[in-house]
């Protein structure tokens, strides 16, 4: 079955320092990948996606995420974090191809900034 | 910016009691989803629609649980008889171009 696993639950970073999430995925082939934001109140908002091509993604708000395929990752990273960019990090995948083509998501990563 | 945009942003109901989860996808879109999201655990699929009828469904969404588009715009989930586990937040997603779009979701409360 397919399944997301986002290993941290929980991170803490200073403002200005890099960030780095981790996603790891189980599936039979690759699936379309995508990282969504979840601000307090908001709802979930993509900040990135990979279908094909290019394993190096750039997002909104500075995030890139790589895909690689040998270790079945797609992780999210950050070269200098804000403070606005507290909030939980969701990893989620999917397979496209028919009238469902539903979303998969991990257990979410809350990070906190700290001045 | 188009936006799904879903109401009311909290439900309280008691138990047993019927609830309607309204949401208006975005406007051009053809396929329209609602998630949930129990307290701490992680967002999980309940259904999705295309075409005026279900193409999948969970096992979360028995018989209790119903969906509509009642006329061009409205996507609505209904609960027919709340259960205390019916608690969480509900997001209505839709989707073009492979990609979801999220309403800020509806926190339902059952007591």
């Known amino acids: 079955a397919q399944s997301v696993t986002q290993p941290d639950i929980h991170i803490t970073v200073s403002e200005g320092a890099s960030l780095e999430l981790r996603c790891n995925y189980s599936?039979?082939?690759?699936?379309?990948l995508f990282w969504y934001v979840q601000s307090p109140g908001q709802g979930l908002q993509l900040l990135l996606k990979?279908?094909?091509?290019?394993?190096l993604v750039q997002g909104i708000k500075g995030f890139e995420a790589e895909f690689k395929r040998s270790q079945s990752s797609f992780n999210l990273r950050k070269p200098s974090v804000h403070w606005s960019d507290a909030a939980e990090y969701f990893c989620?995948?999917?397979?496209?191809?028919?009238?469902?083509?539903?979303?998969?998501f991990g257990t979410g990563t809350l990070l906190a900034v700290q001045p | 910016e188009p936006e799904v945009t879903q109401t009311p942003s909290h439900q309280v109901t008691q138990m047993g009691q019927e609830v309607i989860l309204r949401c208006v996808p975005i406007?051009?879109?053809?396929?329209f989803y609602w998630y949930r999201q129990i307290l701490g655990q992680k967002v999980e699929f309940l259904v999705s629609?295309?075409?005026?009828?279900?193409?999948?469904k969970s096992e979360i969404f028995d018989d209790q649980f119903s969906v509509e588009r009642p006329d061009g715009s409205n996507f609505t989930l209904k609960i027919r008889s709340t259960k205390l586990e019916d608690s969480a937040m509900y997001f209505c997603?839709?989707?073009?171009?492979?990609?979801?779009?999220f309403g800020a979701g509806t926190r339902l409360s059952v007591l």
């Open positions: 599936y039979g082939a690759t699936p379309y």
């Open positions: 997603a839709s989707r073009a171009k492979n990609i979801q779009y």
């Open positions: 990979y279908f094909s091509g290019d394993t």
């Open positions: 406007s051009n879109h053809l396929y």
């Open positions: 989620a995948v999917a397979l496209y191809g028919g009238a469902t083509n539903k979303l998969i």
């Open positions: 629609f295309y075409n005026n009828e279900i193409s999948e």
